[in-house]
């Protein structure tokens, strides 16, 4: 999600003014009955009708039980209902879902909700984001969704702000500032997750020197109940692992929603980079940079921690949810979460303690190459590490080999479903510059290239999690940017950048349905069922780190792809799919 450039010449003054002008408007009737979203709702999740949360449920799977919409029958999809909104920026947020409420964010921090079935507007809510935050957010200006929790639904904000909502009505409960200093590089572009009470977010910034942290709210009040930093300090486990002061500035964002183990109350949050990004300014391990980190939800203290990569000097953040999963794996039954790594390794780990299972390489990769098991830590090659006035030419790219885009996975088939980038790059040191708030602190410049031999930016995979085996794949010129979900009717769902949204046969790959949408697809699929009717929806409306960084290799595939978000609700028609 990187990037040394700024997004706030992408927003015209004109969209400024418009959006700081408007308020929330309260629904024509009075408010759709809303079902109280609680613990045991949100602890069963994978089960609801709805679509509760980020990813669906607290694993993080993004799968869901739902059949009516299968193999046989996805061809005759049609739309139901689409919302537009003109916003020129990147949409990744899923629709979330509550009985019959559907709610939505955008770019800039604009919400609405609509009623799931027929579309109608019930409430909408803007947040008036300051002119100066929109200096130092980096990767475009997006929003990743809401967390629901009684009857709440729950905002992070670019400024650092946490907003509690009405659900019902739009109506602002509380708003808590985490963090005081607008255009300092410190923003949110994640979606909370509600747990138990509380409300967690996490910080971005990474490029601006900032020292990430996770914190938990009250969800009735805001308050604050823990707040743990990425880069430990003095006095903390781990500290010492950055030279002198720098944990200080040593980014660690925490910039995608994790995931919860029910079991052991344990949250898994995936941190990103280390700052700046030359590596030779900070020698060690650059703890807990690029790493997946456990925290017990009653304090947020480290229970454990999983490093990819030490001493990172490519942006490998290890920030993609942390998808958990029971498989058997050589005759026995794991515990694990699996991650699509930033650096190019498709890792199987031990979430009951952190402990390496495998890795496997699902794109080209140098850089990083291997484990020890025995010292646990991630295996480098050195020599690519670039030093002020060098350059070098090493895979993946910053993008990664999956970028924070989320990946499925089917507990039917045992696979998950990994939206990929191939990519590589010439990364160089420059002459380090002293760190100054609000700006970018790199001291690296990069250039986007192909995978030698490679035309194809993107591919869809579908990789056994048992084994690390790729089982199919579908490869594209473009990149592929969209997350994906998957279903009981054996489908997987995902969008690409070309304006196309795809159902997929989950066993083969097999396209069974293509949709051409308004614009290019960076979200995430949500599916769901009101009245026993199943839907899926996505919001479509380009934008995201990729075209802000693509560079001369990749950027003009873009040229001609309409801006502009629109919402898009799928359903069989009656006679197929029954009401």
């Known amino acids: 999600m990187k990037s040394s450039r700024l997004v706030l010449g992408l927003v015209p003054v004109c969209l400024l003014v418009a959006f700081a002008g408007l308020r929330q408007s309260a629904p024509g009737n009075a408010a759709e009955a809303y079902p109280p979203v609680t613990d045991d709702r949100l602890r069963n999740a994978a089960s609801d009708d709805g679509w509760l949360m980020f990813m669906r449920a607290y694993t993080g799977e993004g799968h869901?039980?739902?059949?009516?919409?299968?193999?046989?029958?996805?061809?005759?999809?049609?739309?139901?209902?689409?919302?537009?909104?003109?916003?020129?920026?990147?949409?990744?947020?899923?629709?979330?879902?509550?009985?019959?409420t559907m709610i939505v964010t955008t770019p800039m921090d604009h919400v609405y909700a609509l009623d799931a079935v027929t579309g109608r507007k019930l409430w909408e809510y803007d947040y008036n984001v300051p002119r100066v935050q929109l200096r130092t957010i980096c990767c475009d200006v997006v929003n990743r969704g809401v967390a629901l929790y009684g009857t709440n639904a729950y905002?992070?904000?670019?400024?650092?702000?946490v907003v509690a909502l009405d659900a019902r009505t739009g109506a602002v409960q509380w708003d808590k500032q985490i963090y005081p200093l607008p255009g300092h590089g410190y923003a949110m572009t994640l979606a909370p997750l509600a747990v138990e009470g509380k409300i967690i977010v996490g910080e971005s910034g990474g490029e601006f020197g900032i020292r990430g942290f996770i914190v938990a709210l009250d969800a009735a009040t805001g308050a604050e109940k823990w707040r743990r930093y990425t880069i430990p300090g003095p006095g903390e486990a781990n500290f010492g692992t950055y030279p002198g002061n720098m944990y200080e500035h040593g980014g660690g964002g925490a910039w995608v929603t994790g995931t919860y183990d029910v079991e052991t109350r344990t949250l898994l949050w995936g941190v990103g980079n280390p700052a700046p990004w030359l590596a030779k300014l900070r020698p060690g391990r650059n703890l807990y940079s690029d790493s997946v980190i456990a925290l017990?939800?009653?304090?947020?203290?480290?229970?454990?921690?999983?490093?990819?990569?030490?001493?990172?000097?490519?942006?490998?953040?290890?920030?993609?949810?942390?998808?958990?999963?029971?498989?058997?794996?050589a005759g026995r039954k794991r515990k694990v979460f699996y991650q699509a790594a930033r650096n190019g390794w498709f890792y199987v780990v031990d979430r009951t303690n952190g402990a390496f299972i495998?890795?496997?390489?699902?794109?080209?990769?140098?850089?990083?190459?291997?484990?020890?098991?025995?010292?646990?830590?991630?295996?480098?090659?050195?020599?690519?590490?670039?030093?002020?006035?060098?350059?070098?030419?090493?895979?993946?790219?910053?993008?990664?080999?999956?970028?924070w885009y989320p990946y499925s996975f089917d507990p039917q088939t045992g696979y998950a479903y990994v939206p990929t980038m191939h990519t590589c790059m010439k990364?160089?040191?420059?002459?380090?510059?002293?760190?100054?708030?609000?700006?970018?602190?790199?001291?690296?410049?990069?250039?986007?290239?192909?995978?030698?031999?490679?035309?194809?930016?993107?591919?869809?995979?579908?990789?056994?999690?048992?084994?690390?085996r790729k089982i199919w794949g579908m490869k594209t010129v473009m990149p592929w940017n969209g997350g994906t979900i998957s279903t009981d009717g054996g489908l997987v769902f995902s969008g690409t950048p070309d304006q196309k949204f795809y159902a997929f046969d989950a066993r083969t790959g097999k396209v069974l349905w293509v949709h051409r949408m308004s614009s290019g697809i960076i979200g995430v699929p949500s599916t769901y069922r009101v009245d026993g009717k199943q839907y899926v929806a996505i919001q479509t409306g380009w934008g995201g780190n990729t075209p802000l960084s693509g560079g001369p290799s990749m950027t003009p595939l873009f040229r001609h792809i309409p801006l502009g978000g629109r919402l898009y609700v799928f359903a069989l028609p009656d006679a197929a799919g029954g009401r």
Not at 72 to 83: I, M, W
Not at 155 to 161: F, K, W
Not at 392 to 397: D, G, H, L, N, S
């Open 358 to 403: 495998s890795m496997t390489p699902f794109t080209k990769v140098t850089s990083v190459t291997g484990y020890d098991r025995a010292r646990r830590i991630g295996l480098t090659n050195d020599s690519l590490r670039p030093a002020a006035g060098q350059t070098k030419f090493t895979c993946p790219a910053f993008f990664g080999g999956d970028n």
């Open 427 to 468: 990364i160089s040191g420059i002459k380090p510059v002293k760190l100054q708030p609000g700006l970018t602190w790199l001291d690296e410049t990069f250039l986007n290239e192909p995978v030698p031999g490679n035309k194809y930016w993107g591919e869809l995979q579908a990789i056994d999690v048992a084994s690390g």
């Open 296 to 329: 017990d939800i009653d304090t947020g203290r480290v229970k454990w921690y999983f490093q990819q990569t030490p001493n990172d000097s490519w942006d490998y953040d290890a920030t993609n949810s942390p998808v958990l999963a029971d498989v058997t794996i």
């Open 155 to 161: 905002i992070a904000t670019l400024d650092n702000h």
């Open 64 to 100: 869901a039980p739902f059949s009516q919409i299968n193999t046989s029958n996805v061809a005759e999809l049609r739309e139901v209902f689409t919302h537009d909104v003109s916003i020129p920026h990147g949409y990744e947020a899923p629709p979330i879902v509550n009985g019959r």
